[in-house]
């Protein structure tokens, strides 16, 4: 996945078969071609962009119908219903994304260029998105020590199947949907934490600087052993306080 994402940016994606032109869905088509190694056909299958998401082959794809909240993951093919593409839908793969806006790589029939990252400000219209399956799973379910982990997450440190569980899931019980429907959210928001905190140590040692900076220039100004003794006071007050 991540060596065609690399590859994607100023690309002609015209897989065999396909229609010649830049359109959209033959962004997907050449994706997934990479993914399994076998003709689109056979995986995402024929339609206009609106129809993939339910043309394309379940044995390939986990498909998740979007609702308020859920969030796409990187990799994941995102489908857009008749209200965009002058009514022909949408199609395109996942970059990025957090609960009101995403990131991809697309292509445009009606404007034929070459594929380019293109950032969405909603989910307006969004149908879901197709999460590929892991090679190994296909056709073959997962069992034995996995569906022991699975079912013993307290044990192994992983999370556990619950009736509280996403519907996935339950449904699919394989590690594939655990991770995409319960931990790469969590990622996500994780993520977005670790940044506000990185932004808030930022000011933090910014506004520390200024009081140091405030307090040579007392001292600096201010030579009297009380202003001097201050000083030391308050550094050791704000060096203790960021430790």
Not at 21 to 27: P, R
Not at 181 to 199: A, F, N, T, W
Not at 203 to 217: G, H, T
């Amino acid at each position: 996945m991540e060596y065609w994402i690399s590859k994607a940016i100023g690309r002609s994606m015209r897989p065999q078969g396909a229609p010649t032109n830049l359109e959209c869905a033959n962004v997907p088509k050449d994706y997934s071609e990479h993914l399994f190694k076998i003709s689109w056909i056979k995986i995402i299958n024929w339609g206009h962009a609106k129809d993939l998401f339910n043309n394309s082959f379940d044995e390939y794809w986990n498909k998740i119908i979007y609702s308020p909240g859920k969030i796409p993951p990187r990799g994941s093919v995102i489908c857009w219903n008749q209200n965009m593409g002058g009514g022909f839908g949408h199609i395109a793969v996942v970059l990025e994304a957090d609960a009101y806006s995403f990131t991809v790589i697309e292509q445009d029939g009606f404007k034929n260029v070459l594929a380019y990252q293109k950032s969405y400000q909603s989910y307006a219209n969004v149908i879901g998105w197709l999460l590929p399956k892991l090679p190994s799973q296909i056709n073959k379910p997962i069992g034995g020590d996995m569906e022991k982990k699975l079912n013993d997450g307290d044990k192994y440190n992983i999370i556990k199947v619950t009736e509280n569980s996403p519907e996935e899931v339950k449904s699919k019980g394989d590690w594939n949907n655990v991770y995409y429907s319960v931990i790469q959210p969590c990622i996500v928001v994780l993520r977005g934490k670790i940044k506000e905190i990185d932004s808030d140590l930022k000011k933090s040692e910014s506004q520390v600087k200024k009081l140091n900076d405030r307090i040579r220039d007392l001292e600096a100004t201010n030579p009297d052993p009380v202003y001097v003794e201050f000083g030391k006071v308050m550094r050791r007050v704000i060096n203790k306080e960021m430790a």
